[in-house]
């Protein structure tokens, strides 16, 4: 289960090339009652993930394609002993598969005991958001796809989406065998 273990994965990922902890020890912006989010964005369309979430951003590379798994699983990726599920983003949000590159980006990110990565053309930002500042999602979904948005937020003119990971990403809804192969994958590295 080391695969899945979030304890054991900070130390593992502490080479990080963004570490959470780091931009948050250094940012002088962090104000208490205010939460920072990392941006990045699909296309025109931005999104964001709580920075405490985030392990470490790297560029694409190659992933190994596992048989039988949704369109938007990309594969897992071995990160330094770990065996990383990787999602196109773009993908899951029904926009078509990214045509991968160099120069796209995997955002790395904890969900609870999990961790996955996050198939996205670039990251933006780092962005800090006072509570009273984040809007609910306006009632207009007639497929459930907003339960994945945790609110709105303006920043400087543009509309920043934030990603309720655990709904999006619930291994549950999405697909039970990416678990079970999450696990073998594991058992066999």
Same mark, same amino acid.
């Given at each position: 289960?080391? $695969?899945?273990?979030?304890?054991?994965?900070?130390?593992?990922?502490?080479?990080? $090339?963004?570490?959470?902890?780091?931009?948050?020890?250094?940012?002088?912006?962090?104000? %208490?009652?205010?939460? &920072?989010?990392?941006?990045? $964005?699909i296309?025109?369309?931005?999104?964001? #993930?709580?920075?405490? &979430?985030?392990?470490?951003? &790297?560029?694409? =590379?190659?992933?190994?394609?596992?048989?039988?798994?949704?369109?938007?699983?990309?594969g897992?990726?071995?990160?330094?002993?770990?065996?990383?599920? *990787?999602?196109?983003?773009?993908?899951?949000?029904?926009?078509?598969?990214?045509?991968?590159?160099? #120069? %796209?980006?995997?955002?790395?990110?904890?969900?609870?005991?999990?961790?996955?990565?996050?198939?996205?053309?670039?990251? =933006? @930002?780092?962005?800090?958001?006072? &509570?009273d500042?984040?809007?609910? #999602?306006? @009632?207009?979904?007639?497929?459930?796809e907003?339960? %994945?948005?945790?609110?709105?937020?303006?920043?400087?003119?543009?509309?920043?989406?934030?990603?309720?990971?655990?709904?999006?990403?619930?291994?549950? *809804? *999405?697909?039970? =065998?990416?678990?079970?192969?999450?696990?073998?994958?594991?058992?066999?590295?």
């Open positions: 289960m080391e $695969a899945l273990d979030v304890k054991n994965s900070d130390e593992k990922l502490g080479n990080a $090339a963004l570490s959470a902890s780091e931009v948050a020890e250094n940012d002088d912006q962090i104000i %208490h009652g205010s939460q &920072q989010f990392v941006t990045f $964005a296309g025109d369309e931005e999104y964001a #993930v709580d920075i405490m &979430q985030v392990r470490e951003i &790297q560029a694409w =590379s190659e992933v190994t394609v596992l048989p039988n798994q949704p369109e938007y699983m990309r897992v990726l071995n990160l330094r002993g770990i065996i990383v599920p *990787i999602f196109d983003l773009r993908c899951r949000f029904k926009q078509g598969r990214t045509e991968a590159s160099p #120069v %796209h980006v995997v955002v790395i990110i904890a969900i609870g005991e999990r961790i996955i990565g996050v198939l996205v053309d670039r990251v =933006s @930002d780092i962005l800090t958001v006072e &509570q500042d984040i809007r609910p #999602v306006p @009632d207009m979904d007639d497929n459930g907003s339960k %994945h948005l945790m609110g709105l937020v303006t920043a400087e003119e543009r509309m920043v989406a934030l990603l309720n990971t655990e709904s999006l990403f619930n291994k549950d *809804i *999405i697909n039970p =065998s990416i678990s079970g192969a999450e696990q073998a994958l594991a058992q066999n590295s």
